[in-house]
């Protein structure tokens, strides 16, 4: 059973932060390319990182370009397609690549199937596909079939259930594997992870970070193997606001600490 997660985590434990993006940082919309990260937010997740390192890597479905787009001008360290594409801090870039020939078949198919079934959305990756289906709820079953026959005539592929979303990806990357990843690096390496996410595609990541004695936090209802809970994404939002402040007032205590006042204090 989970706890709600109210406070932020204890801060004289040294933290690195793993976000999702669509429902833990933005609200889902109709269509991916309806989603908005706000510009206060944003701020905020970079006052985070810049408090903390620059501790802080988005962890998502979405393609690094996408992330990138959502997120500009920041960059962060992202993983994207679960884990298929990874940028470090240092903008080193690590890819999971398909051969052509199996990205191209698999795409065609899908293609055309999907045009046989009104208002569901093909989404080409490169290295992945996601079969949406929030506007015709009718086809789940149909794109299930498909994503396992695909899954099953190209065996170096895998099947990633989400929220009105069947994702195709190269077998053996997922969150838990992206996190961990960044774990044994500079800046993330030494530190607690701290993992929001909202969907089935981030149980992988709860599981890396409950492994490691982090905290695991999911966003909104469901079972989970995350031992925190947050209702929604303004409540992300809100989570966001209150580490920041809290951050902010831990460094201006222990700076008087130790004989130093801020600029507009010592005035």
Known sequence: ????????PEQSA????????????AEIKPYPDQVVVPKTILQLLQQLAT????????????????????TSPIRFPLAGVHGAERRDINGQTHIVRLAAGVEREAGELLHSALATMPGTTLEAKGMAFALHYRQAPEHEAALISLAEHITHRWPQLALQHGKCVVEIKPKGTNKGEAIAAFMQEAPFAGRIPVFFGDDLTDETGFDVVNRAGGISVKVGSGATQA??????????WHWLEQINSSQQESKATNNRRGGYESFSRSI
């Not at 408090?51 to 988005?58: H, T």
């Open 227 to 236: 031992t925190w809970r947050l209702d929604g994404v303004k409540d992300v």
């Open 1 to 8: 059973m989970t706890a709600s997660l109210i406070l932020p």
């Open 14 to 25: 040294s933290c690195a932060y793993f976000f999702d993006l669509d429902g833990t940082l």
């Open 51 to 70: 408090r903390n390192a620059g501790a802080l890597a988005l962890i998502s479905g979405r393609s690094m370009a996408e992330l990138d787009a959502l």
